[in-house]
């Protein structure tokens, strides 16, 4: 071959011309932006750490940011159901044989015996007499047995028990205590002290409380009030 054909006829280099190569990055890059606007507009969280990932690893990202999920909502229907069949259970397991036993043997106390079941409690209220004797902080021998009843009925249950002691505001005259809230605070020591020995309960689970006159559930003026608000309350929280 001449060289005049040569010279006119060039060889052409063999493969793709160069800006292919740019052309292929760039087709590259908009796709992954298009699969980046797809994984927004469906708000699909899985789909979208998933992608994430992905492109972190395909342009070589080296940090890592922790990715915390919004916290996830309760429907509230499914919360009152939930709730209704603790109660419901509660009820079945705890306060039906606590009135059975008030019925069958505690029938002249019963309207002074309260069993109060709330959404996060059972409280179980003493009150009058029922417990103590007017000034004192020794259980009446009378109530033990409902006592040993409360006490094997809330050793199986879960939650913090807590002992609280009211009074009325009328003042103390004589004996051991100064003050409602020394007493308060003394009554409620004892049921905690007769529940721990009696019904085997943890002491981590049990703590006292006391309020004297402080915290009345009904007024001080008539003497049905008075006996409705020196009490004795056994809660079992949840």
């Given amino acids: 071959m001449s060289e005049e054909l040569l010279q006119n006829n060039p060889i052409e280099e063999e493969g793709a011309p160069a800006w292919v190569v740019t052309f292929g990055d760039l087709m590259s890059l908009l796709l992954c932006f298009f699969v980046l606007l797809l994984s927004f507009s469906e ?20 940090r890592e940011t922790p990715v915390f999920d ?21 009820q ?15 029938q002249e106390l019963k309207d002074l015996i309260e069993v109060d079941v709330s959404e996060n409690q059972v409280a179980i209220r003493l009150m009058g007499e029922t ?9 009446r021998p009378q109530m033990l047995p ?23 505001n009328l003042p103390l005259r004589g004996g051991p205590y100064k003050s409602n809230l020394g007493l308060s605070m003394a009554r409620a020591a004892s049921v905690a002290d007769f529940l721990l020995k009696k019904a085997s309960i943890e002491p981590d689970k049990i703590s006292t409380m006391g309020f004297g ?8 003026d008539t003497t049905q009030g008075r006996e409705k608000n020196r009490r004795v309350e056994i809660i079992l929280t949840m």
């Fill in 43 to 62: 708000m699909d969280r899985k789909k979208y750490k998933i992608v994430s990932g992905s492109l972190a690893h395909a342009f070589g990202i080296q």
């Fill in 70 to 90: 919004s916290p996830k909502g309760q429907k509230i229907i499914a919360k009152e159901f939930d709730q209704a069949i603790i109660i419901n259970k509660i």
């Fill in 92 to 106: 079945d397991k705890l306060v039906k044989p606590i009135i059975v036993e008030i019925e069958n043997n505690f």
């Fill in 131 to 139: 417990t103590f004797d007017l000034g004192k902080a020794e259980i």
């Fill in 146 to 168: 409902l006592l040993i009843k409360i006490g094997a009925l809330l050793k199986g249950t879960r939650g913090e028990i807590i002992i609280a002691g009211h009074t009325d």
């Fill in 213 to 220: 006159e402080h915290r009345p559930l009904a007024t001080n």
